[in-house]
Structures are given as C-alpha cells and as structure tokens.
C-alpha cells in the first residue's frame, strides 16, 4: 500500500493528546503551531507516488506495492534503491526533516533482518519484530521513536529515600495479556506528526533499572499516552517570504507521557532483559541502516549550504577573487568528502548470514562522526561569506505593498547581479536556515542527534581493524630484530 498525502493527513486526526504548553490542540493539522509542516509530510506521501518517483520510492514484493523505505536489502541494488529513496525525500524537504517517515523504518529493518536476537529475550518476541514492521510496511505507517530517559532519572540512587518521583518510565505490572507502563519518555522528534511509537532505550541501564529494560510499540492515540511539544517555530513564521523553512519544515520535538498504559504482548520486543536493549540496535544492522539515512538528509542540506555560499558571492560581486574560491573550494571539497563516505558505504557493503545486507559500519560511522562535528563550521563559514547582508534589509515584506517604500527600496537595493526582489528573498531564505531561531534548533540537532560528540568517536574506535592496521607495523619491527642482534652486527662490523 501507498497511501496518499490525504490519507496520511486524515490519520493525523485520530483523537492524540498533545500540548502545545496548557493547550490541548484539536487538530494537529489545523494548529498554526504544525499544520504547514503536516502538509510538508503528506506531500512526501504524495510524491513518492507520482510516475517519475515510483520506481526509486517503491517496490513490489507478494503482489503488494510497498514504499522503498520497507525494502530489507539482500542484495547492493536493494541498498542503491534505499539511498535513493532516502535522498529524494531528503531533498524534498531540503534536510530538513531529520525524523522523516523513512528514518524508524530503517532502524526497524535492521531489527526484522535479525529476529533470532529477540526471541532468546523471550520466545516469540522475534516474530512480534518482524509482525510489526510488516504492519508498519503494509499500512504505509509513519513511526517515530523515543529512546531516551529523562536526564534526571539516568542515575535511580536520586530518588532513593528522597521521596521524589522517579519519572523513568517502567514497567508497573504485567499479567497473561500484556504489561502496563507509566512514566516519560524523550525526544519525540516528529511524534506529533507521526502514527506509531517505538519506546525503548540506548541508554545503558543499571542492574536497579531493570523494570525500565522494555521496548515495545504503541499508536500515539493510545489511551493514557500524552504528548508534550516544545515551542513552535512554525507558529511564529508568517510567511514564506520571510521564514521560508521554519514555516513548513519545523518536525516539532517533545516527550510521552505514559499513565498506566496497557501494552499488548504482541507489541513488545524485549522485556527484563539489559544487554539486549542496546544490542538489538548495534548487534544488528538497526544503527548503521538508520543512520545512513540520517547521512543523506545531512549531505542534501549540505548541497543547500554549498549553494547558499556560492549565491551570496556571487550576489556580492566578490566570487572571482582568490580568496573567495579557496574558501568555496573547501566547501566543496566538504560536502565531495561526505559524498565519498557514502558511496563507500554500499561499495564496501557488508552481509549477515540470513542472506540479507547493509552499508558498511566504518564509512557510515566516519560519515556520522564529520556531519556532527562539522556541521557549526560550515554553517558559521557560510554565514561569514554573507557578511552584514541579513541585517541591510527591511523588517518585512510590507515593504513591497507600500508603493513609496517599494521605489526606493527597488532603486537603493538591487545590485548588478540580483533585483531588490531577488536580494530579499535570498538573503531571508539563507537566515532562516543559518541564522534564525529554527537555524539555532539545528545546529544543536545536528550536534547531537547521533549521541553526543565523544559517543561518535568511540563509534568509529570500535569499528576499526586495529589488528590490521598494526600489522605492518609490527612486521617492520620484527623486521628490525632485537637488541642483541644489532650488537652483534656492530661487534662484527668493528672486527
């Protein structure tokens, strides 16, 4: 099934809880705190139908036409089909919608390619694994995840004889027909816009946090789950013309709160057991398949940043000196590099034993580790290749409604390469994306979305072969001989 935008905004009015801070909405696509950013949504449901998108964002499998974000690659053309689809949506919405609906899915995947893991928590769980990513695949669903505990509750000894609440969502009773859970869960990055829930945790748990050690999933209308967003940039974006990203493409982020809820057994994939809440993301291809599409929204909003750069140059009238182009050239060397990486993650792909296979470890770990610790600089160098422009313009489009303002503005402020027009609309479009309050959302995102920054490095220390890159060192010191054979060769050189 491929259901269309209208279908997918129809399910956004399903009865979900969510807070926009005391406000119950009503109707997340009419709430000028996330109705343009839905449309946004649906309108990837929309294109990846069209005729020309059809064939990279779909794929038939037992007579049913699937969307290609559900395809469990066994081969490096189901791999080449995957990074397509990722990069088609990424484009669509410019980077910018970093929990889109074909980012769950591939961690999902990654966990159905290997039920076997699940099952020796608790027999049947791998199947409740691959039932319900074939439900998501079926139903064309959108699913977020929260995997996080709230900061606080990360060390259980706080609230030991304190009488606080520990807010750590946990299992709070369990008999024949499921568990029930209460407690918070974070970061919710599209949980509003989304239809489905994965709760889990990547977070190593202590021995005293085992009530806390489930995963499982939940539609986000589920009685007793709330859903509490932050401030909306959407809300205070008017326009296009002024905050042209922040007025459609702001993906929200938030916590569940979860009040006695009832969770089927068919619905939850491990249950007591530590080891396997973070194993089932990293002794499986789930991390690397989700993040390469994490690498693909990056790289196209580093095209966008690349572009932005080279435009404000040559807008400047500055783009033929030295200076500029090394400075342009770097970027583009950037944004090849990461490139690079990513080709290299389905050239050097890697297989399990069941047949199936995904993007090598090490690239798409290399790949994780540039974006998150790159992403400030570029941004702070392509704001830098904008100089003072963001703040030479008007407060607001009114300017162009008034037609005395309008004359001077049109005389004073086009330049020999962009009309007054022309310069506005750049110069607020680069803002809002490196600039702006939405812009500082982003930059902390980026920063962070793949753990923190030390997190990222040990990522790439563990995927290594260290053994194979000492081994020529050691041959040369072997070749060297020890001590005593260098005496001995001078003692017979001297004699």
């Not at 449309?39 to 794929?59: G, H, P, T, W």
């Not at 829930?197 to 748990?205: D, E, F, V, Y």
């Not at 789930?286 to 690349?306: C, D, I, P, T, Y």
């Amino acid at each position: 099934m491929l259901r269309t935008g209208d279908e997918y905004l129809a399910s956004l009015r399903d009865g979900r809880r969510v807070y926009y801070g005391g406000e119950r909405v009503a109707d997340v696509t009419a709430h000028p705190a996330f109705r343009n950013t839905a449309r946004s949504f649906a309108r990837i449901y929309d294109r990846k139908r069209e005729a020309q998108n059809l064939a990279a964002m779909s794929f038939v499998e037992d007579g049913e036409r699937s969307t290609s974000w559900f395809l469990l690659p066994k081969s490096r053309k189901d791999l080449e089909q995957r990074a397509e689809c990722h990069r088609r949506v990424a484009e669509w919405s410019y980077g910018l919608l970093g929990r889109s609906p074909d980012h769950v899915p591939a961690f999902i995947g990654g966990m159905a390619m290997v039920p076997e893991l699940f099952e020796a928590n608790r027999k049947g769980f791998g199947r409740n694994v691959i039932d319900y990513f074939n439900d998501l695949k079926l139903r064309d669903l959108f699913a977020c995840y929260l995997v996080l505990t709230p900061q606080g509750s990360r060390d259980p000894k706080m609230y030991k004889d304190t009488g606080a609440i520990n807010p750590a969502l946990a299992v709070v009773r369990e008999d024949s027909e499921g568990i029930v859970v209460s407690g918070l869960k974070l970061l919710g990055t599209s949980a509003v816009f989304s239809d489905e829930a994965w709760i889990g945790s990547m977070i190593p748990l202590g021995l005293d946090q085992i009530n806390e050690a489930v995963t499982f999933a939940i539609p986000v209308n589920h009685p007793g789950v709330e859903i509490w967003v932050r401030e909306s940039f959407e809300i205070r974006a008017p326009n296009k013309i002024d905050h042209f990203f922040s007025s459609q493409f702001d993906e929200s982020d938030g916590v569940m709160v979860f009040d006695n809820v009832r969770v089927p057994w068919s619905r939850v994939f491990c249950h007591r057991d530590i080891p396997l809440m973070r194993d089932m993301y990293f002794k499986t291809p789930a991390h690397v398949m989700g993040n390469h599409q994490s690498n693909w929204r990056f790289a196209e909003k580093l095209k966008l940043m690349v572009g932005i750069a080279h435009r404000a140059c040559d807008m400047a009238g500055v783009i033929n000196i030295p200076a500029i182009q090394q400075t342009l050239g770097r970027l583009a060397a950037a944004e090849a590099s990461l490139l690079g990486l990513m080709a290299a993650q389905i050239d050097q792909l890697q297989s399990i034993a069941n047949g199936h296979v995904h993007v090598n470890r090490r690239f798409l770990y290399a790949a994780l580790q540039w974006c998150a610790n790159n992403y400030a600089q570029v941004a702070e160098e392509v704001r830098s290749l904008m100089g003072a422009g963001p703040f030479l313009l008007p407060a607001d489009p009114s300017v162009f409604d008034n037609p005395q303002t309008r004359q001077t503005f049109e005389k004073y402020w086009s330049l020999p390469t962009a009309s007054a027009d022309e310069r506005y609309k750049f110069v607020k479009m680069a803002w809002d994306l490196l600039g702006s309050d939405f812009a500082g959302r982003h930059a902390q995102y980026e920063k962070f979305y793949g753990g923190p920054p030390h997190i990222m490095d040990l990522y790439s220390f563990f995927n290594c072969p260290w053994n194979e890159r000492r081994a020529a060192v050691d041959q040369i010191v072997k070749e060297m001989g020890s001590a005593d054979d260098l005496t001995a060769r001078r003692k017979s050189a001297a004699e």
